[in-house]
């Protein structure tokens, strides 16, 4: 404890920025590292997976079959003599791409509509923000499920509804940070030198919340991957041809009995990637020491 | 409190007439009729069902009708099976889905419970790393995956358990309520630690201990309360999750509730069916959040000043 606070010391008198002093404590935290590893290692994989998978994702064998792992089929194969692995690999491009993409559209609006709130203040605010709680309390769940059938289920609209869903934390984030950071001597100084709220919210505002957008949306990803899965499980989320981690343990449950490695292999890669990104998250909040609620 | 209560009921209204109009739209602007099967329907039967089902009206005369229906309790007919009601199809769901529901909840509060408040008594110690790294795990492992993996160890492997479904074989109960409770269990762990190693260490906590009383009344009577409140809290929200849960479980052990009869008209496109059960499950959810501020209010006094104070 001594010698941290003693180096913790040494290193503000050499200036660091937060951003060094996140970092170092970041790699303190083993299960941060770790998750931060696996996750980095996935996203190479997954943009390469066309490079490196050891079979062509359309590749079948109907001779072979379902066979279990081997030296030709690490992790087997499924019942039309696919190559597992490259399932696996291609369907973590497609979960990855839901869980980043629909992240993203989740934190372009949940960030735009807390800072205007937070920045606009009174009546806007107020409105926007009760806006805000009356979403929260309808069921999203069902809502998604809805929309996948009401307009068919294809993936942009996978991405805009999970999206939608998520921004709401996101938002309600960013107006109390943007309500408390208004308030300090630079936004005043930016307001007097004439610029823009647009200018302000963009330039002064949003990095200074970075922490705690960066932290949160660390954790949604994993909960939007989550629904991806739960909505593909159901089949009501990605279609074949394409696959995703969801989809493949959504087959591998009905063939469990007889090829259990179907349903385990695809399980182990979204747990695990999962577990990773949870860690990722708890292990920046507290190397950025954001404070408040996951939720 | 009557007060209190009344407050937010009134604040419950808009968010499920928000719900009701914005599925109903929602549903009436799906592509595709109801009734365009490959099957050429002759006009008059056409016109017949159309009348029945009230399609032949303007849009916003439907709406004001399927309100009036839904003020009488009524959900409406099914598209897909003539002759059966929404009402039906959530009559004989919803005693099923309830009872899987409140399985599921007495786990995850009572196992999720008990290994939080363990874990909060010697922090940092095994007793306390090895409940959460489960909860860890449960949380991560999705229910969808759980279910599975607990059918092929259990029911298949051992051959301890049924592997589906509902009251046919007893303890047929028992495999489907852990796998919808255990993601919850793992969350009320985290939650019910938490709060709790931030009551024990309160000042009437140290003053219960120092005028003697024995550690268990001092966690038993001084601390759960105020500990467990953030489970209260998120009582309300997990009956949402807990709803969704239940259509991947009851498709998984093909439980005959509300949960598969909802993916199921969303495959058929049962359109009324789908609005019908939004419209209750949405309206059940947003009575629960209420039930859980309420208690949470109850058990708060704080909160309930602060409800009555902004409102």
Same mark, same amino acid.
């Given at each position: 404890m001594n010698t941290d606070v003693i180096t913790d010391i040494a290193q503000a008198e050499e200036g660091t920025s937060l951003w060094q002093d996140a970092w170092v404590r970041l790699r303190k935290n083993h299960l941060a590292v770790f998750g931060l590893v696996v996750l980095v290692t996935m996203i190479v994989i997954a943009l390469l997976t066309p490079w490196i998978a050891p079979y062509a994702y359309d590749a079948q064998n109907l001779d072979l079959?379902?066979?279990?792992?081997?030296? @030709?089929?690490?992790?087997? #194969?499924?019942?039309?003599?696919?190559?597992?692995? #490259?399932?696996?690999?291609?369907?973590?491009?497609?979960?990855?791409?839901?869980?980043?993409?629909?992240?993203?559209? @989740?934190?372009?609006?949940?960030?735009?509509?807390?800072?205007?709130?937070?920045?606009?203040?009174?009546?806007?605010? @107020?409105?926007?923000?009760?806006?805000?709680?009356?979403?929260?309390?309808?069921?999203?769940?069902?809502?998604?499920?809805?929309?996948?059938?009401?307009?068919?289920?294809?993936m942009v609209l996978l991405f805009l509804a999970i999206g939608a869903v998520e921004w709401l934390t996101m938002a309600r984030i960013m107006r109390g940070q943007v309500q408390s950071l208004r308030q300090q001597e630079f936004v005043e100084a930016a307001v007097s030198l004439g610029l823009s709220p647009a200018t302000i919210i963009r330039r002064h505002l949003v990095p200074n919340a970075l922490g705690p957008i960066?932290?949160?949306?660390?954790?949604?990803?994993?909960?939007?991957?989550?629904?991806?899965?739960?909505?593909?499980?159901?089949?009501?989320?990605?279609q074949p041809p394409q696959t995703s981690w969801g989809l493949l343990i959504s087959y591998g449950a009905e063939t469990m009995e007889e090829y259990p490695w179907l349903l385990i292999y695809p399980g182990l890669t979204l747990t695990i990637t999962l577990f990773s990104l949870n860690f990722l998250g708890d292990g920046l909040r507290d190397a950025l020491d954001v404070r408040g609620s996951k939720d | 409190?009557?007060?209190?209560?009344? /407050?937010?009921?009134?604040?419950? /209204?808009?968010?499920?007439?928000?719900?009701?109009?914005?599925?109903?739209?929602?549903?009436?602007?799906?592509?595709?009729?109801?009734?365009?099967s490959e099957k050429a329907v002759l006009p008059e039967v056409k016109a017949a069902l159309e009348a029945q089902y009230r399609l032949d009206l303007p849009l916003f005369q439907q709406y004001t009708a399927y309100l009036g229906d839904l003020a009488q309790g009524d959900f409406g007919p099914s598209f897909k099976y003539p002759g059966r009601s929404v009402n039906e199809l959530i009559g004989a769901g919803l005693p099923v889905t309830a009872e899987l529901g409140l399985y599921a909840l007495l786990i995850a509060t009572v196992i999720g419970g008990l290994a939080g408040v363990i874990a909060s008594l010697r922090p940092n110690t095994p007793q306390d790393y090895i409940p959460m790294a489960l909860a860890m795990i449960g949380i991560c492992m999705p229910t969808f995956l759980l279910g599975?993996?607990?059918?092929?160890?259990?029911?298949?492997?051992?051959?301890?358990?049924?592997?589906?479904?509902?009251?046919?074989?007893?303890g047929d109960k028992l495999l489907p309520s852990i796998t919808l409770g255990a993601a919850y269990a793992a969350y009320i762990a985290r939650l019910s630690r938490a709060g709790m190693l931030e009551v024990l260490s309160q000042d009437y906590i140290r003053t219960a201990r120092a005028k003697g009383l024995p550690e268990w009344q001092v966690v038993v009577k001084h601390g759960l309360r105020g500990g467990l409140l953030p489970v209260v809290a998120f009582l309300g929200p997990a009956f949402a999750g807990l709803l969704a849960g239940s259509f991947v479980v009851e498709t998984i052990f093909q439980i005959p509730g509300?949960?598969?009869?909802?993916?199921?008209?969303?495959?058929?496109?049962d359109y009324t069916m789908i609005l019908g059960t939004t419209v209750f499950l949405s309206t059940l959810i947003v009575l629960f959040n209420l039930l859980s501020d309420v208690l949470a209010a109850w058990l708060n006094p704080r909160l309930r000043h602060q409800f009555g104070g902004k409102a």
């Open positions: 079959g379902a066979s279990p792992p081997s030296a @030709a089929h690490w992790l087997g #194969t499924d019942v039309f003599g696919r190559d597992l692995l #490259t399932q696996i690999m291609y369907g973590g491009r497609i979960s990855l791409a839901v869980g980043f993409i629909a992240t993203s559209v @989740a934190l372009l609006i949940g960030v735009t509509w807390g800072a205007i709130a937070g920045y606009v203040g009174g009546r806007t605010d @107020a409105i926007m923000m009760r806006l805000v709680d009356i979403l929260y309390a309808l069921p999203f769940m069902i809502f998604i499920v809805l929309l996948m059938v009401v307009f068919g289920r294809n960066i932290v949160y949306t660390t954790l949604t990803i994993p909960s939007v991957m989550l629904l991806e899965a739960f909505l593909s499980f159901l089949g009501l989320g990605i | 409190m009557g007060r209190f209560l009344a /407050i937010r009921l009134l604040q419950a /209204i808009p968010v499920i007439l928000a719900v009701i109009t914005v599925t109903f739209f929602l549903v009436r602007v799906a592509p595709g009729g109801p009734f365009d599975p993996l607990l059918v092929l160890l259990f029911g298949i492997e051992l051959e301890w358990l049924p592997v589906s479904g509902w009251g046919d074989i007893p509300l949960g598969r009869f909802y993916v199921q008209a969303a495959f058929n496109r």
